[in-house]
């Protein structure tokens, strides 16, 4: 098992979102995380990646409890938080925003050769490398944000939401982006809301909601669930 998070909690002040939640993530896998909006998805993410301040529980990454350790040490071991709100430096190029992805030791060295695989799989950003990411439409600020994280040089990457917003035919495009991604060798944890196309890419698929995991399976196992299906997978 690559990552396992065993009754983890996590608080913001007096407010308690995450309660005794356990996931895992073997290597190479796509998890699937979907959950309605304010039930607790990007605080899993943060919390993972030494984002969230109060937390309690396990999270075994690699064989190492890492919950009490910052979220640059984090980053140093491999894992990577893409954002949903895309983050980006607006008033910096394309390849400033992807070069400030390479900033973690462990990626420094591999920038070079991590601008060239990002490149080729988004030919798109290859064609804007000096263009402003504020100038940039929303989808293609999407694949920036992936496409700095993947030069972090991560094994795991922690996806939120990266259809939000996108027209259907972008959503296909992020999909398959997380397939290829995935098949180059990534372990990804996604969280989304209902996009059928990225729960399509799941291994494995949680639900949570109001904190709390309420559901853990395979697609096949979701698709058969009446409640499930009608909720998160749009069908
Ligand atoms: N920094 C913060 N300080 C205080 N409360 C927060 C903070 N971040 C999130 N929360 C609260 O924690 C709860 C869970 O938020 P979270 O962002 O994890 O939800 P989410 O499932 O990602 O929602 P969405 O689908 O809208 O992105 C919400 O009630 C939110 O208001
Ligand atoms: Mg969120």
Redesign the pocket.
């Known amino acids: 098992m690559m990552l396992s998070i065993e009754n983890l909690n996590a608080y913001?002040?007096q407010?308690h979102?995450l309660k005794d939640v356990s996931i895992n993530v073997n290597k190479g896998e796509v998890v699937v995380m979907l959950?309605p909006?304010?039930?607790?998805?990007?605080?899993l993410l943060k919390s993972l990646c030494g984002m969230v301040d109060y937390r309690r529980g396990k999270i075994v990454y690699k064989d190492q409890d890492i919950i009490k350790f910052s979220s640059e040490k984090i980053v140093n071991l491999g894992i990577t938080y893409i954002a949903?709100n895309r983050e980006l430096f607006p008033y910096m190029s394309v390849m400033e925003n992807l070069k400030l992805g390479a900033y973690s030791r462990n990626a420094r060295k591999y920038e070079k050769q991590n601008l060239e695989k990002v490149f080729s799989l988004f030919p798109r950003l290859a064609e804007r490398k000096k263009q402003y990411a504020s100038t940039m439409s929303g989808g293609e600020a999407k694949m920036l944000a992936i496409a700095r994280g993947l030069m972090s040089n991560a094994d795991f990457l922690a996806i939120d939401?990266p259809a939000l917003g996108l027209q259907p035919n972008l959503r296909v495009e992020v999909t398959k982006i997380i397939k290829e991604i995935n098949k180059q060798g990534k372990t990804i944890l996604v969280?989304e809301?209902n996009i059928p196309q990225i729960t399509d890419l799941a291994d494995k698929l949680y639900v949570l909601e109001e904190g709390r995991i309420t559901f853990s399976g395979s697609k096949d196992d979701a698709l058969s669930n009446e409640d499930l299906k009608e909720i998160f997978l749009g069908m």
Do not use: P
Not at 37 to 43: E, Q
């Open positions: 913001y002040g407010a979102v959950g909006n304010g039930h607790g998805k990007s605080t949903e939401e969280v809301q």
